[in-house]
């Protein structure tokens, strides 16, 4: 298993600045909100957004302040992706701690969530130029596409593998693309460069997703430090299961229609044991090991550094995890 | 009663140009995203905030192609509260027009409120200059706080006034100030004069909330084609009540008490006729009067012009308004 802070360390003291940048950034005259920004610090997680972009800097050009601003911009609007989605999902922990609706309701998480994603919109708008707002404006208007997408995909047995990548590429590549194109930018890369770290990011993030996805359905929810099992249960439709539903026998799709439709506690788990043996998360692995072997691919044509043989281990640590 | 469509005449073409590029701007190629966007602008009701921003530029020097974005951005993130709003009051009409919550339930409408945020950061990022993005940036942030607090101040029966001044200037005056300041910048005027069309805005702000306080609690559905009586319903305390409950007897104070906190439909009808004989509707609005009356005096030093006129009015429509 990769140990991140080892993939980390070309940029570890640019973390912590943004790290810092974050919790200044949300400091309140509130003092109950100041708490509730506190107990979200927890949410921090794997860094992995900032981490991204700050590597990006450092592999493609100089790592300037303006990195660590914007370092901190993606984890804020990440983690206010992740408050609303506990709420839409109805989740109690994220990262080992209690997720904020469950600790203080639901009004409280939505409220949360505008209050954080307005705090990354201000302090992105503190740059000296706009290319960010912009940039981060048009992605998150791609991230609200795909959740909604998402929602509007529940239950919707039919769901193609197309309309699978456009969603997880819309709700998630989106995000870590951005990560990389910042980095890549405000640290002098030309725009080919940009373009190609672009990718890199969308790339990772769709095999991101696609683990994540197989995650849901058979991991360990103590490892995981999450709730899993929620896809099945809100009636979203992932990787393993669009393949599954494709290739199996008319009596068999009914089967597992009937499971999925069912008001069952265990149902993930028997939706994840008959899947299991139909090859149907290996046929998802691949899917995502193809794109990291994609997204390496565009790291090509970088110099050589630690930044970039970082970059390239994230790829894989990405599709390893287990949580 | 006034007309808001004779005060709105200085800026009628400027009021449709922002309509438009509200609505070009909220486009999705998902089709439903469209559907829901459309729905939305059912919303647009009185279009007060553009208005105002309008109004400000031309009261102020010269109304620009920006102040036409400004106005569609500062729209929408109103409807963007709004949308969040009925979610968090689970209401289920709005200007006369089923909820976004009521029609595709709550998750639908916390994500489409957060696609709406996204996209008026979006617009107001396309602008040449970052001021109004930090600004819209830093008065969201301020917004937020004041959901949040009035939030946590739900069932809190000791709610002081001046808590309660703070809580609606934040939530509903800092946006309307905005709006006067962004018309009044980018129209050219001198610091000065943007400082005191802010607070002509913020003055205005604060009579507003208190009016729109007063009609939840003795307005007539019907007429204000919104859902009413859930402050009461959701142990939010405004002005009459403060005042109610700062001047009664120990048993009146119980008795009110007892009826804020029992489970009746009618609660918000018995609420107000404890109330009504208390002076208490009288004492609100006459402290919505003396900010407007501040409001006015704000716009002392501006030349005489129709656009000025219309901002007087409009003060005036905004306490004597029944929706």
């Known amino acids: ?3 991140l802070a080892e993939l980390y360390a070309p940029v570890a003291d640019d973390i912590q600045c943004s790290a810092d940048i974050f919790r200044d ?4 005259d509130q003092g109950f909100i100041s708490d509730l920004c506190q107990h979200i610090g927890q949410f921090h997680g794997k860094m992995l957004r900032p981490a991204i972009l700050l590597l990006s800097a450092r592999a493609c050009g ?3 302040p303006e990195h660590h601003t914007l370092a901190a911009v993606v984890e804020i609007v990440h983690i206010a992706t992740l408050v609303h989605d506990d709420v839409l999902d109805d989740a109690d922990i994220r990262r080992r701690a209690a997720t904020v609706n469950r600790l203080w309701g639901n009004e409280r998480a939505v409220l949360l969530g505008d209050f954080l994603i307005s705090h990354a919109y201000h302090l992105c708008s503190s740059l000296d130029s706009q ?3 912009r940039l981060i404006g048009k992605t998150t208007n791609t991230v609200c596409e795909g959740e909604l997408m998402q929602v509007a995909n529940r239950e919707n047995f039919e769901l193609s593998e197309p309309e699978y990548f456009d969603i997880i590429t819309r709700k998630t590549a989106s995000l870590i693309g951005t990560c990389c194109r ?3 930018y405000y640290a002098g890369a030309d725009p080919r460069t940009v373009r190609r770290m672009e990718e890199f ?5 769709i095999a991101f997703q696609i683990t994540d996805d197989v995650l849901d359905l058979t ?9 899993l099992g929620r896809d099945v249960e809100k009636g979203k439709l992932t990787l393993p299961l669009i393949y599954y539903l494709g290739r199996c026998t008319p009596a068999e799709r009914e089967r597992l229609l009937t499971i999925l439709r069912a008001d069952d506690p265990q149902r993930h788990r028997r939706v994840a044991r008959t899947i299991l043996s139909a090859d149907c998360l290996e046929y998802a692995r691949d899917a995502a090991y193809a794109h990291i072997k994609k997204a390496v691919q565009a790291l090509d044509e970088l110099p050589l550094s630690d930044a970039r043989s970082s970059l390239a281990a994230m790829a894989e640590f990405v599709v390893t995890r287990r949580q």
């Open 201 to 205: 990011g969308v790339s990772l993030g």
């Open 25 to 28: 950034e949300l400091i309140s």
């Open 62 to 64: 100089e790592l300037r």
């Open 1 to 3: 298993m990769l140990k």
């Open 182 to 184: 910042l980095g890549a």
């Open 219 to 227: 991991g360990d929810e103590a490892e995981a430090g999450k709730s």
């Open 131 to 133: 290319y960010a707002s």
